[in-house]
Nanobody, 118 residues
């Protein structure tokens, strides 16, 4: 069993910044990668970014356009998403995602709301 808990969402003006965190907890798991998805009202959930636990290489959606940086803390099983130059279209619920090395199904957090005002 693995639990993912997100934090760091909130209300920010366009051009501002937020830093999201997601901590994984449980017993006897090994992380393959962790990342972030988001879902805006009336839209499908979409990929934002993920990071490989071994090596720390990251992958970003095209719309990020260099504005976001994903990072990890292996010791605390935590992934971060630093979001800069936020736009109103970034408004969404952001969900943490984790894939384990020997577990078939992905894990999901409950989500944290990000609201960007114009």
């Amino acid at each position: 069993q693995v639990q993912l808990v997100e934090s760091g969402g909130g209300l920010v003006q366009a051009g501002g910044s937020l830093r999201l965190s997601c901590a994984a907890s449980g017993r006897a798991f090994s992380i393959l990668r962790m990342g972030w998805y988001r879902q805006a009202p009336g839209k499908e959930r979409e990929f934002v970014a993920h990071i490989n636990w071994s090596g720390g290489s990251g992958w970003y959606a095209d719309f990020v356009e260099g504005r976001f940086t994903i990072s990890r803390d292996n010791a605390y099983n935590t992934v971060y998403l630093q979001m800069n130059s936020l736009k109103p279209e970034d408004t969404a619920i952001y969900y943490c995602n984790a894939r384990m090395t020997h577990i078939a199904s992905d894990y999901w957090g409950q989500g944290t709301q990000v609201t960007v005002s114009s």
